[in-house]
């Protein structure tokens, strides 16, 4: 309750900054008009949609043998992908419990179906690591709906916020593949 309580403001705060800073835009003569640039980078992009790369490939069992090591490394770098703040997986320490344990993800919670009842693919895995939202029904993402759940909507966007490149979701992708 906290949390919805805490997103639905931060969304009023940024609803104010943005036509505060559309005000600002229409005044010609307004001091620092510029910092309506600094307030829109501030807004997150909405979600988005990936294909895996064709030099990403993780239908191969070889390619993802390989580049697990380096989304191991990644996936546990508190600096960069920071995975581990919230999952553990092998090799993780001082994990978070906020998410779900990944040990075994392939044999485990992969094979259960996803919010929306689909079942889950390599494609799946890719865009979770790179942007979950898509994944997320509306009834659950929109904290005005009566069934909002803030659990499914505090994984970190990772592509499209620019948190981490195409390569290195590739890698932490190959990495859970990997998670047998
Ligand atoms: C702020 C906490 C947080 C961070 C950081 C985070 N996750 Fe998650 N993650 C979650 C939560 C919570 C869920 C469960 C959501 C649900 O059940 O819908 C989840 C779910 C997942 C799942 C889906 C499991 C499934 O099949 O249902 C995968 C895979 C995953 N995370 C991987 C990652 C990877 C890789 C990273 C780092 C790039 C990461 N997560 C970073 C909180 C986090």
Same mark, same amino acid.
């Given at each position: 309750?906290?949390?919805?309580?805490?997103?639905?403001?931060?969304?009023?705060?940024?609803?104010?900054?943005?036509?505060?800073?559309? !005000?600002? /835009?229409?005044?010609?003569?307004?001091?620092?008009?510029?910092?309506?640039?600094? !307030?829109?980078?501030?807004?997150?992009?909405?979600?988005?949609? %990936?294909? +895996? $790369?064709?030099?990403?490939?993780?239908? #191969?069992? *070889?390619? =993802?043998?390989?580049?697990?090591?380096? /989304?191991?490394? &990644?996936?546990?770098? *508190?600096?960069?992908?920071? @995975? +581990?703040? @919230?999952? #553990?997986?092998?090799?993780?320490? #001082?994990? /978070?419990?906020? /998410?779900?344990?990944?040990?075994?993800?392939?044999?485990?919670?992969?094979?259960? *179906?996803? &919010?929306?009842?689909?079942?889950?693919?390599?494609?799946? +895995?890719?865009?979770? +690591?790179?942007?979950?939202?898509?994944?997320?029904?509306?009834? %659950?993402?929109?904290?005005?709906? $009566?069934?909002?759940? $803030?659990?499914? #909507?505090?994984?970190?966007?990772?592509?499209?916020?620019?948190?981490?490149? %195409?390569?290195?979701? @590739?890698? =932490?992708?190959?990495? &859970?593949?990997? &998670?047998?």
């Amino acid at each position: 309750m906290k949390l919805k309580k805490l997103l639905v403001s931060s969304m009023v705060v940024g609803g104010l900054a943005f036509v505060s800073s559309a !005000v600002a /835009g229409s005044c010609p003569g307004v001091e620092y008009s510029d910092a309506s640039k600094i !307030v829109k980078k501030d807004i997150p992009p909405g979600p988005r949609l %990936y294909a +895996v $790369p064709s030099n990403c490939k993780l239908d #191969n069992p *070889k390619f =993802i043998a390989k580049k697990a090591k380096e /989304g191991q490394k &990644l996936f546990n770098n *508190k600096k960069i992908a920071n @995975c +581990v703040a @919230c999952h #553990n997986a092998p090799g993780s320490i #001082n994990a /978070g419990n906020v /998410g779900p344990d990944l040990t075994g993800y392939m044999s485990g919670l992969f094979n259960a *179906k996803d &919010l929306r009842g689909q079942k889950k693919t390599i494609d799946w +895995v890719f865009q979770r +690591v790179a942007d979950y939202r898509v994944q997320v029904p509306k009834k %659950y993402s929109d904290p005005k709906s $009566p069934e909002f759940v $803030p659990y499914y #909507n505090i994984m970190t966007v990772n592509l499209t916020t620019g948190k981490l490149t %195409y390569d290195q979701v @590739c890698a =932490i992708t190959a990495f &859970l593949l990997s &998670l047998k």
